[in-house]
């Protein structure tokens, strides 16, 4: 089985804590991580001329297809244990606007919940979920 891979921006604050969500509540042990500024990143991402130096975005590459924004939100969503994948009926909004309300969100991650020196390490508990 080929494990979806979340790329995310790795010195975000916000998106590391959204990992750490995901694998909270990843029971099945799908998804796999790797921070946009890591090497482990270009070859996944290279084949879809994805600059990486574009980080307001989560990727989700699934089943050979690249997802951002909100609809890469939306199908992790719909994965996770709970009531989290009833976000999933947001599908239905359009994408351009579901993707302004992503972007004004991405565009204040750092002004509202900060942003570190240096990408976020794994735990050895979680260092197999991370490329």
């Not at 009926?89 to 004004?104: E, K, S």
């Amino acid at each position: 089985m080929q494990h979806p891979i979340i790329f995310f921006d790795g010195v975000c604050n916000l998106c590391t804590g959204s990992v750490r969500f995901i694998i909270k509540r990843d029971d099945q042990d799908l998804f796999r991580f790797a921070a946009l500024q890591s090497e482990a990143a270009i070859p996944h991402l290279h084949p879809f001329q994805t600059d990486l130096k574009m980080l307001s975005t989560i990727l989700l590459l699934e089943n050979g297809k690249l997802y951002n924004r909100s609809t890469a939100a939306l199908r992790i969503a719909r994965r996770l244990n709970g009531a989290w994948p009833l976000l999933y009926g947001f599908i239905i909004i359009p994408v351009p606007i579901r993707d302004w309300i992503y972007q004004q969100i991405a565009d204040r991650r750092y002004r509202i919940w900060g942003k570190e020196e240096s990408c976020m390490v794994p735990t050895p508990a979680l260092k197999s979920k991370f490329l």
